[in-house]
């Protein structure tokens, strides 16, 4: 499985960004995909998330600024974001959610920058 992402950069604060992600090769059970980021110096976090069912979620600091979405049938997902400020500023990665047996097994993009600043 293979995830390349696309769409980040440098933005001035206030200003949009669209994230897209396509997902190629075989996997198991797809149950979602999803958006995570890593600071400098801190770990890993959600930022949002959407079920092969459609339902989303989003981490606090994204709700009503980040909107996800997804082409099920294209294998992609796109993450747009309105409103950023610096402390948006991080790697965004890519994440395929998939289960095998009950288990969850995930797949990664390379990671895409995405830096707010004027």
């Known amino acids: 499985v293979q995830l390349v992402e696309s769409g980040g950069g440098l933005v001035q604060p206030g200003g949009s960004l669209r994230l897209s992600c396509v997902a190629s090769?075989?996997?198991?059970?797809?149950?979602?995909m999803g958006w995570y980021r890593q600071a400098p110096g801190k770990q890993r976090e959600l930022v949002a998330s959407?079920?092969?069912?459609?339902?989303?979620d989003y981490a606090e600091s994204a709700k009503g600024r980040f909107t996800i979405s997804s082409d099920s049938a294209k294998n992609t997902v796109h993450l747009l974001m309105n409103r950023l400020t610096p402390e948006d500023t991080a790697v965004y990665y890519c994440?395929?959610?998939?289960?095998?047996?009950?288990?969850?097994?995930?797949?990664w993009g390379q990671g895409t920058q995405v830096t707010v600043s004027s």
């Open positions: 994440n395929l959610d998939t289960r095998r047996f009950g288990s969850r097994i995930d797949y």
């Open positions: 090769g075989r996997a198991f059970d797809m149950n979602g």
């Open positions: 959407i079920t092969s069912r459609g339902r989303t």
